[in-house]
């Protein structure tokens, strides 16, 4: 069992920056860098449909949606087992709940939700 904790979210003009992260822990061992795990960022807007906007698998292979490429960098800390996402030339398009997503082994894990609200 894997629990995730967001932070970071928060309000921010356009052009501005934000990094969110997402700190994981387990009971047991836990090496985000082992293979098999599936890391990632999701977002909802009002109305809308859970997206996918970051992703990296086995530290390598990362994934952005269009909308976000060259603005958006996901990275990630094994030692502290963080995952983040560095946001920046933020625009109120960006706007939405982000989601923090761990899967391995079927299982999937989902932090809690930062909001982020980009105002014009």
């Known amino acids: 069992q894997v629990h995730l904790v967001e932070s970071g979210g928060g309000l921010v003009q356009a052009g501005g920056s934000l990094r969110l992260s997402c700190a994981a822990s387990?009971?047991?061992?836990?090496?985000?860098?082992?293979?098999?795990?599936?890391l990632g960022w999701h977002r909802q807007a009002p109305g809308k449909e859970r997206e996918m906007v970051a992703a990296?698998?086995?530290?390598?292979?990362?994934m952005y949606a269009d909308s976000v490429k060259g603005r958006f960098t996901i990275s990630r800390d094994n030692a502290k087992s963080t995952l983040y996402l560095q946001m920046s030339s933020l625009k109120p398009e960006d706007t939405g709940v982000y989601y923090c997503?761990?899967?391995?082994?079927?299982?999937?894990?989902w932090g809690q939700g930062a909001q982020v609200t980009v105002s014009p």
């Open positions: 990296t698998r086995n530290g390598v292979g990362t």
């Open positions: 997503n761990f899967v391995r082994f079927g299982n999937y894990y």
């Open positions: 387990a009971s047991g061992r836990l090496n985000i860098s082992d293979l098999g795990w599936y």
